[in-house]
């Protein structure tokens, strides 16, 4: 199963791969220049395909539980001021996607959205301490009935060009469905109100919409 955000690449990749094997096969005559470059075609392919992946996860639905927005490495658990929306301290946990990692961004929590806006900005590494901040990003918050109001932000890394962002105010956000996508590389942050009980280390591998990173 692949994401409808990677229809169109897809297509386009498959043709250009079997463009370059159909002219490698026709005008070039050494026999291992020529099988290298359709293998290499086809590697490509796989890569494309494998990034654009979207496995169905089954997310038991519990209000209590915040669960991983996306698959990849906790990077960040601290307590930080975020000056968006809040302008208040919230713990902070950060999640750095490779680009081997699926990179469909899901729904943390249950509740309504109550805002959602987009930044333009740099493609700073996404580990960089300033990304969340200087990075295109997007921000969002879900307003959930027993941890108030979660704050969740994309951002793009050194790789990622585009971040799809799916949440509207005033729709309501279902646990471990889709929110968006991003292209190639990066970071998801999520902003939690102090006291929250987390559920995960630094550098722990956790996988969207199934593992529970924090509760209350």
């Not at 897809?10 to 005008?27: D, K, P």
């Not at 997310?59 to 302008?87: M, S």
């Not at 009980?197 to 593992?211: A, C, P, T």
Request: charged letters at 20%; aromatic letters at 12%.
């Amino acid at each position: 199963m692949f994401h409808k955000e990677g229809f169109k690449i897809i297509l386009i990749t498959l043709f250009v791969v079997i463009g370059i094997s159909l002219i490698a096969h026709y005008f070039i005559d050494i026999v291992w220049l020529k099988k290298a470059i359709q293998l290499l075609s086809i590697v490509f392919l796989i890569a494309v395909l494998q990034f654009f992946r979207n496995p169905k996860r089954k997310t038991p639905k519990n209000d209590h539980h915040i669960i991983a927005p996306v698959d990849g490495k906790v990077v960040v658990i601290e307590e930080v001021f975020e000056k968006e929306y809040f302008n208040d301290k919230c713990l902070q946990i950060s999640i750095f996607m490779s680009p081997l990692n699926v990179h469909v961004t899901r729904y943390a929590l249950g509740g309504k959205v109550v805002y959602s806006q987009y930044h333009p900005g740099k493609y700073l590494v996404a580990w960089h301490p300033k990304a969340s901040e200087e990075n295109e990003r997007t921000t969002i918050v879900v307003d959930n009935p027993v941890f108030g109001k979660v704050l969740y932000r994309q951002i793009a890394g050194a790789l990622a060009k585009r971040i799809v962002n799916y949440a509207k105010v005033g729709d309501t956000a279902i646990q471990g469905e889709d929110a968006g996508f991003i292209k190639f590389g990066s970071r998801v942050d999520v902003y939690l109100p102090l006291g929250t009980k987390v559920n995960v280390q630094l550098n722990q591998i956790v996988k969207g919409g199934i593992d529970v990173i924090a509760e209350k």
